[in-house]
């Protein structure tokens, strides 16, 4: 099993900055780190970065030049840092792994980020 833990969420006034991180436990060798995803209240469950196989980051549109993904293999953790935050990135942010060899989809318990004045 693998358990994907994130941290870093908050309140955070329009403008801020905010860190999210995601640990992974468990079986790790089994496993890709993919990147972030987040869902807004009524609304589907969006890519927000993940990482390719050639080593590089996809981002949506909607925070690219604000965001940035990365990730530290020795301690199976990934960061999302989040500058210059609008109200619309106001969601739960849930980051993502899938296991390389039975290409189950994991998924961390989320984090709250809230954009408000």
């Known amino acids: 099993q693998v358990q994907l833990v994130e941290s870093g969420g908050g309140l955070v006034q329009p403008g801020g900055s905010l860190r999210l991180s995601c640990a992974a436990s468990?079986?790790?060798?089994?496993?890709?780190?993919m990147g972030w995803y987040r869902q807004a209240p009524g609304k589907q469950r969006e890519l927000v970065a993940r990482?390719?196989?050639?080593?590089?980051?996809n981002y949506a549109d909607s925070v690219k030049g604000r965001f940035t993904s990365s990730r530290d293999n020795a301690k199976n953790t990934v960061y999302l840092q989040m500058n210059s935050l609008k109200s619309e990135d106001t969601a739960v942010y849930y980051c993502?792994?899938?296991?390389?060899?039975?290409?189950?989809?994991?998924w961390g318990q989320g984090t709250q980020v809230t954009v408000s004045s």
């Open positions: 993502n792994a899938v296991d390389r060899y039975s290409g189950t989809n994991y």
């Open positions: 990482f390719t196989s050639g080593g590089s980051t």
């Open positions: 468990g079986i790790t060798f089994r496993i890709n780190l």
